[in-house]
């Protein structure tokens, strides 16, 4: 049988792959570096999230095998302003074009608006446990990190313009430097159109003369002037910024999205051929979708960000959504959080041994993937399991003044605590988040689940009884019966209405949970089962 590489994941694969590589290359093995950018320009939304877990995820793997490792964040946060992001006030169309560490915070809490919006992301990492190195492109430029980087790209302008051309047949390079300027009349960064570079004096010419971002002509000032590339006062094309950082910062893996398939393509290149570095080991993710099938994005107006998964879910569920699948497209909205909750207590069950997996190979993968959700820091025992859709029922049931003491009660009831037990920090989050959902939704999303034709008229018929029986062990046995009449394992029964009510396929006693439940919503539950499996 093969050996299983560390916990058996994709990343436990991934890292001695780049281990293997980089011996390969007969690159120093003393740290190994990965990387992931930070978008500045908007809202963080949960793909960006992605960039960050994935690449901490080989990080930690990598450390498992025994390398040191370090994530690099680094915030694009020199780039221009191409468009106002929905929800903020439109007079920062007066900022497009400028670079969005000089643009006023609008919230008023942070020096610019892209320190503010990298911020976001920052939190988000801290709250999932990703331990990463902090790098501003405002301060890598100003400190001169890419200096020689940047001479050896403006010094081969003409060879990146015909790789540029090559790739995606673009010409712009072929006329213009790589390289944006910021006006010293205007202050905008993407009206510029840098012209000659005078490598002795190591400055560039310019001018401002427009230039067309997402559709939209932002006008230039005219201004023609000069600016000396060591000091920061502009920044390279993406044609080639990519390149310039893995060089500078010897970075050996990046994961990164379909959408910039393109300029990885072409800084690959760049990097491998005008700056002699061999370009770090890619793995290449699909974007996630909203529900409408719209790539959620800052631009699209969309946004998913982090803070929202958190107001109703945990940072492990999180990740476990960024770690589970590396391809594919995925469709996502709130109403998926539940669902990722439910499926990391799964994991942890199977992590403490609670539930069996025969498969060795199987084992170790899911073990592996609930341990990089947790960043290798795992609880020390198994938190008490209440499924999401229960804790929500009872949220929206809840007497007014007394909700958590009712749901305390009904959980001793269901037996999830003991008599007189109360909840742990860690139930007592769930409670809050489940609380936190009937506030802003009221609908709980019944998961979706595939009926045979004997399911189905089973579950019809168990809904004429709820419609007129009132006494939970009469629903119990109707129940039973329902399955016996449509020649049903009742057990598979049991899991199949679990699965609908409240996520996963076991739970309280059916009977007691649907009166306490309210037997219009399980009805109402019940018939949405039956026209989505239609």
């Not at 003393?30 to 990080?59: C, K, Q, V, W």
């Not at 221009?80 to 008023?108: C, H, M, N, Q, W």
């Not at 860690?426 to 009221?442: C, G, M, P, T, V």
């Not at 029986?469 to 057990?491: R, T, V, Y």
Request: net charge positive.
């Amino acid at each position: 049988m093969e050996k299983i590489i560390g916990h058996g994941t994709w990343y436990d694969k991934m890292a001695a792959k780049i281990v293997e590589r980089e011996s390969k290359l007969g690159r120093s093995l003393n740290l190994i570096r990965t990387e992931m950018g930070l978008g500045a320009s908007g809202f963080p939304h949960i793909g960006s999230l992605g960039d960050a877990a994935r690449a901490y995820a080989i990080t930690l793997a990598l450390r498992e095998q025994g390398y040191n490792s370090e994530l690099i964040a680094f915030s694009d946060d020199r780039d221009g302003l191409r468009k106002v992001p929905a929800g903020l006030p439109k007079s920062l169309e007066k900022y497009l074009g400028f670079p969005v560490t000089d643009i006023p915070d609008p919230f008023g809490c942070h020096e610019s608006y892209g320190e503010h919006m990298s911020s976001l992301l920052l939190e988000a990492l801290d709250k999932c446990g990703i331990e990463y190195r902090y790098m501003s492109a405002k301060k890598v430029y100003k400190e001169g990190i890419l200096n020689e980087e940047i001479r050896t790209i403006l010094l081969n302008a003409k060879k990146v313009g015909e790789i540029v051309k090559e790739e995606v047949g673009q010409e712009r390079y072929l006329e213009v430097l790589p390289y944006f300027p910021v006006c010293a009349n205007c202050g905008r960064i993407y009206t510029t159109k840098a012209l000659e570079f005078f490598p002795k004096e190591n400055k560039v010419t310019y001018v401002c003369d427009g230039m067309e971002v997402k559709g939209k002509w932002i006008p230039g000032c005219g201004y023609k002037g000069e600016v000396d590339i060591t000091k920061g006062d502009g920044k390279l094309s993406w044609k080639g910024e990519f390149a310039a950082r893995w060089k500078s910062l010897d970075i050996r893996f990046e994961a990164y999205g379909k959408d910039i398939a393109d300029s990885v393509r072409i800084n690959d290149r760049i990097s491998e051929e005008i700056l002699n570095y061999p370009p770090p080991a890619h793995a290449k993710y699909e974007m996630f979708l909203d529900k409408s099938g719209r790539k959620i994005s800052k631009s699209a107006g969309n946004v998913f960000t982090p803070q929202v998964w958190f107001k109703y879910g945990s940072p492990q569920s999180l990740m476990l959504l960024m770690l589970k699948r590396f391809v594919g497209t995925r469709t996502l909205d709130v109403t998926d959080i539940p669902a990722y909750m439910n499926e990391l207590d799964h994991l942890e069950d199977i992590y403490f041994g609670k539930k069996k997996i025969e498969d060795s190979r199987e084992l170790e993968k899911l073990k592996g993937l609930y341990l990089y959700c947790w960043v290798l820091k795992p609880p020390e025992k198994p938190a008490i399991h209440v499924p999401y859709n229960l804790l929500t029922f009872l949220a929206k049931m809840a007497p007014k003044g007394r909700e958590e003491q009712f749901i305390i009660e009904k959980l001793q009831k269901y037996r999830y605590l003991k008599k007189n037990e109360l909840p742990d920090e860690n139930l007592k989050k769930r409670i809050e988040y489940a609380f936190n959902w009937i506030k802003d939704f009221e609908e709980i999303k019944e998961t979706t689940v595939t009926l045979t034709s004997q399911e189905k008229q089973a579950i019809r018929e168990l809904i004429e009884t709820l419609k007129v029986e009132n006494e939970a062990e009469k629903i119990q046995n109707a129940i039973f019966n329902a399955a016996k009449k449509n020649e049903l394992s009742p057990a598979k029964f049991f899991k199949t209405l679990y699965t609908i009510l409240i996520g996963v396929p076991q739970g309280p006693r059916l009977g007691s949970y649907m009166l306490a439940m309210g037997k219009q919503n399980v009805i109402k539950a019940l018939h949405k089962a039956l026209a989505n499996a239609e």
